[in-house]
């Protein structure tokens, strides 16, 4: 794994004490069927804004397209942008097969640096920009969850 995505996937993924970086709510974006290589392009679009890098992680599953994510880093905080769960109709025993849905993208931004220089509004301002010049719409997730369902 690339070691800003590793950084940056410890970010989000830490405990819930309170020793956890600071960080934003999570936005969810739709991409319409068929346009799922806009994730890239959104992508190299905020990184464009903000004069940020990005690092690109992908990760092979049992079932379904692999999970992709995305980190853009830069001023002492992290955009981590990745492929969301899609959980599917349940079996006669209610289990669910989950995939991940290269259509659903959830982000969010996390401090990574002893010194935050840029904002968090100005993250996340940056990539609702690019997302609506790509004509994707952004919502606030519900509890930290961008998760589909069948």
Known sequence: MVPAVALGVAAILGSCTASRLPQT???CIDLPDGR????DALVDA???RLKF???KGQFA???GPPKEIWEVYGGGVSLIIATQMHSGKPDQ????ETVFNPNRLGFN???TGRRQRVRFDVVVSAAISAANQLDLKVKKAVQEECS???
Request: proline share 0%; no cysteine.
């Open 93 to 96: 025993l209610g289990n669910r």
């Open 148 to 150: 589909t369902q069948v």
């Open 46 to 48: 905020i990184a464009e």
């Open 36 to 39: 799922e290589g806009d994730a």
């Open 53 to 55: 890098k990005v690092s």
């Open 25 to 27: 709510g999570f936005y």
């Open 109 to 111: 931004v996390a401090k």
């Open 61 to 63: 599953s049992e079932a």
